[in-house]
Nanobody
Framework: QVQLDEFGGGLVQVGGSLRLSCAAS????????MGWFRQAPGKEREFVAA????????KYADSVKGRFTISRDNAKNTVYLQMNSLKPEDTAVYYC??????????????????WGQGTQVTVSS
C-alpha cells in the first residue's frame, strides 16, 4: 500500500507560481511512474503531467506545456509540480498518483493505482 500526501497548494494571483509536492510513504515509489491530475469544479478529473521512474520521460497536457514542470527526487520518495504563469483556468484540486509500472507513462486515470487526497490551487484574477 502506498500513501500519497500533497503539499503546496494555495491562493495565487494570475501570472504567479506555485510548487506542489507529493510525498509517498508505505512503499518506495522510486521504480514507478508518477502523475499529477486536477479536477476543477463541475468538471471531470484531467491529466496534467507524468514522469517515468528515472525522470527520463515526461508527459504534459497541452494546456500546461511550457508552464508546468514535473520532477522527482527518488531519494526523498517525492514528486514535484512546478507551476508558473498560472491562469484562472488552472484553478482546481490537484492530485498526485502512482502507476505501478516501470515501463509505461500513462495519461489516463485508469492507468494509476494509488491517489492522494488532493490539494487546492486557486488562481485569482
Amino acid at each position: 500500500q502506498v500513501q500519497l500526501d500533497e503539499f503546496g497548494g494555495g491562493l495565487v494571483q494570475v501570472g504567479g507560481s506555485l510548487r506542489l509536492s507529493c510525498a509517498a510513504s508505505g512503499r518506495t515509489i522510486s521504480r514507478y511512474t508518477m502523475g499529477w491530475f486536477r479536477q476543477a469544479p463541475g468538471k471531470e478529473r484531467e491529466f496534467v503531467a507524468a514522469i517515468s521512474w528515472s525522470g527520463g520521460i515526461t508527459k504534459y497536457a497541452d494546456s500546461v506545456k511550457g508552464r508546468f514542470t514535473i520532477s522527482r527526487d527518488n531519494a526523498k520518495n517525492t514528486v514535484y509540480l512546478q507551476m508558473n504563469s498560472l491562469k484562472p483556468e488552472d484553478t482546481a484540486v490537484y492530485y498526485c498518483a502512482v502507476e505501478q509500472s516501470t515501463l509505461r507513462v500513462g495519461v489516463g486515470e485508469h492507468d494509476y493505482d494509488y491517489w492522494g487526497q488532493g490539494t487546492q490551487v486557486t488562481v485569482s484574477s
